[in-house]
Each structure stands twice: as C-alpha cells, then as structure tokens.
C-alpha cells in the first residue's frame, strides 16, 4: 500500500497494517515493511501468550533486522531482536499453523527452505517442526512423517510426497494433525492423525476416518480426487465435538461436502475412558460377538447398524423394544467398524474393533 500522505509509493510498501471497525488504517500503527530480494510478505501473525506475536512467511529481513522466514514482534509490534531465525535467506516459505499452550511454535515449510543448522533441523522428507518460542528447533519432538502420493494417473497415484499439516492443540494435552497426508510414518492414517507432544502417534484415534475424496459431478481438482482432498480447517467445539473442514466430496465412506463434525466418541486421546450416555459395547476388541446395549436402561433399540469405514453396512438388526442385543460378527474381517444404534430419542455411535 501507498504511504498514507504521500505519493512515494516506494515508502509506502509494507506487510503489516492494522484497519479500524471503518476498514481505514490506523495512523499510529507503525509501519512494518519486510524485505527479500524479489518478493516479501507474511502468510501467518499469531500471537504468544506474552502479548507478543510471531510472524512467517518469505522474507530475509523485518524493519532492517535480519531474521530469514520467521520472526517475533515486541506488543507494541516493535521487532524483538532476542529472537533468532533457524532458517537462511532465499527461497522458501515458512508458516505457522500452532502456538501451543506452551508457547512452542508449530510451523510448516517448503522444500525449498534451508536452515542454519541441517544436523539440528528436520531431516527430508518432513516439511514440519516445532519451535521454542525464541526460535530453536524442539529436540524433544518427534516429527512425524506425512507423506501423500502423485503420480501421472490422478485417479491412481503412487508417488510418494511429502505432505504439510495443520495443528490443532486439544484439551488433553494431545494433538491433532490435519492435511493431504495418507501414511504417517509408513502406516496409514486418512488425513487425520493424534500424536502426543513427543511427536508419538496415537493410534486408533480417528480409526480410519477422513476425507476420502474430492469429486462433485464432473469437477474433479486438477491433481486427482484422491490427492486433491485434504483438511485445512480443525475446531474443537465446547461440547468436546470437532469440527472439521477442508476439500472432500466423502468423510468416512460417507458423502459430507468440505464440513463435517465429530462426535467425542469419534476419536480418543491418550485416556480413552467411557463417557457418560455412550453407547455400550463389549467385548471391544471382539472376535465371535458383540453385546450391544443403550446407555439408558428405559430406552430401547429401534435399529442397529454395523458399517465399515468405507460406509457399507455390513450388519442391520431390528430388535423388538429391546435395551440390549448380540450380534454375531465372527464372518467379519479383522479392523475397525463403527456401530450405529437408534432409539426413539437418539442416535448413538460407537467404535468397534474386529479381531
């Protein structure tokens, strides 16, 4: 933008203003101008828990300091000078996707990023880290591999690449990582995964839940509809349900178009305990059979359904006001399945494991 009183517009360029309710710039903001040899701006201003913020995206240098890519800002948005940058100047982009309640920075990067220090820094094929809050690299995370697949068949890809993720700190202490991935650390996870804050996965929290596609009508995006769908937002609702958006067509085997919510019982954190008004299985994991039994012993089953994560039913019973039920599961393959039970008042949703 234009320096506001002046027609030198190179003394006006900048990355960062501050509008009022109006939409018009607040003259006392002070003028924040970023510089990189070709191009300079910021992708992400978040704030620390001290009142200062962290600020990303492609630059060399803020306000004439020198801090490649990242860099913090004082309260009054004075550039704090103790905060020193991993990376080298050049190419690149980084972004931050978390500030945790500890004030370490979650951040993404792309390939063509270097660092100051490679030994210290993730190694290939990752594109995320975690930083202290003045700006070195969290020894003590894991990162975890993301990886999604291309290919010159984009109804078929099958080479690897690697994948970003957005972070979402849940009220666990645990953390919820959402992209384009398809594997993490080699095993399958559909775009969703939990980790603790060493960067080890939990398994079996969203079981295989996920988008699965991105495909309307004949509108597929250029990269395919495997590779083209991903998560790109993550809340966790006050009710403990997670809503989650992106570019899918199907979440789960079933047809939710870029919004989906999650029930509690959907996914687990590292202490996973039986909530009040769940439905009830057991055994869970099962082999033969399964109990099946509404939490409220004066409501009754209308219909259960058994259905695996592709969304076909592979089980439907209709007991006769009836609280509890057997199913017989012994012919089902061995994974995850969720299991649908309807009352006169509600719908329940449960997990099960097939052994």
């Given at each position: 933008s234009t320096l506001m009183g002046t027609a030198e517009s190179h003394l006006g360029l900048r990355q960062l203003c501050m509008i009022d309710s109006t939409g018009a710039p607040v003259p006392e903001f002070p003028m924040i101008r970023c510089a990189e040899p070709v191009n300079a701006y910021i992708i992400s201003l978040t704030a620390l828990s001290t009142g200062e913020y962290i600020v990303s995206g492609t630059f060399d240098e803020i306000e004439g300091h020198y801090s490649p890519k990242i860099a913090k800002l004082n309260p009054d948005f004075s550039v704090n000078t103790d905060f020193i940058s991993p990376f080298l100047p050049g190419g690149g982009v980084v972004g931050v996707s978390c500030i945790d309640s500890q004030d370490r920075v979650w951040i993404g990067f792309t390939s063509s990023v270097t660092w100051v220090n490679p030994s210290s820094s993730p190694d290939p094929p990752q594109r995320n880290a975690r930083l202290l809050s003045a700006g070195e690299?969290?020894?003590?995370?894991?990162?975890?591999?993301?990886?999604?697949?291309?290919?010159?068949?984009?109804?078929?890809?099958?080479?690897?690449?690697?994948?970003?993720?957005?972070?979402?700190?849940?009220?666990?202490?645990?953390?919820?990582?959402?992209?384009?991935?398809?594997?993490?650390?080699?095993?399958?996870?559909?775009?969703?995964?939990?980790?603790?804050?060493?960067?080890?996965?939990?398994?079996?929290?969203?079981?295989?839940?996920?988008?699965?596609?991105?495909?309307?009508?004949?509108?597929?995006?250029?990269?395919?509809?495997?590779?083209?769908?991903?998560?790109?937002?993550?809340?966790?609702?006050?009710?403990?349900?997670?809503?989650?958006?992106?570019?899918?067509?199907?979440?789960?085997?079933?047809?939710?178009?870029?919004?989906v919510r999650l029930q509690p019982a959907g996914f687990v954190g590292t202490d996973e305990r039986e909530q009040p008004g769940a439905l009830k299985l057991w055994p869970n994991p099962a082999r033969a059979l399964v109990k099946v039994a509404l939490p409220d012993s004066n409501e009754f089953i209308e219909y259960i359904e058994i259905y695996d994560l592709q969304g076909r039913t592979v089980r439907f019973r209709e007991p006769q006001h009836r609280n509890e039920i057997k199913i017989e599961i012994g012919d089902l393959p061995t994974g995850m399945y969720l299991v649908r039970a309807v009352s006169a008042a509600r719908m329940y949703t449960q997990k099960l494991v097939v052994e």
């Open positions: 690299v969290d020894s003590s995370f894991n990162v975890p591999i993301l990886t999604t697949y291309y290919g010159p068949d984009p109804s078929n890809p099958t080479e690897p690449a690697p994948a970003g993720a957005m972070v979402l700190e849940d009220s666990d202490g645990t953390f919820i990582l959402g992209g384009s991935f398809i594997e993490v650390n080699g095993e399958s996870h559909n775009r969703l995964v939990k980790i603790d804050e060493d960067g080890t996965v939990i398994e079996g929290a969203f079981g295989d839940l996920g988008p699965d596609e991105a495909f309307w009508g004949t509108w597929t995006p250029p990269i395919g509809p495997i590779v083209g769908a991903y998560v790109s937002v993550m809340r966790k609702l006050p009710d403990g349900k997670l809503l989650i958006g992106g570019q899918f067509s199907s979440f789960g085997g079933e047809p939710y178009s870029c919004l």
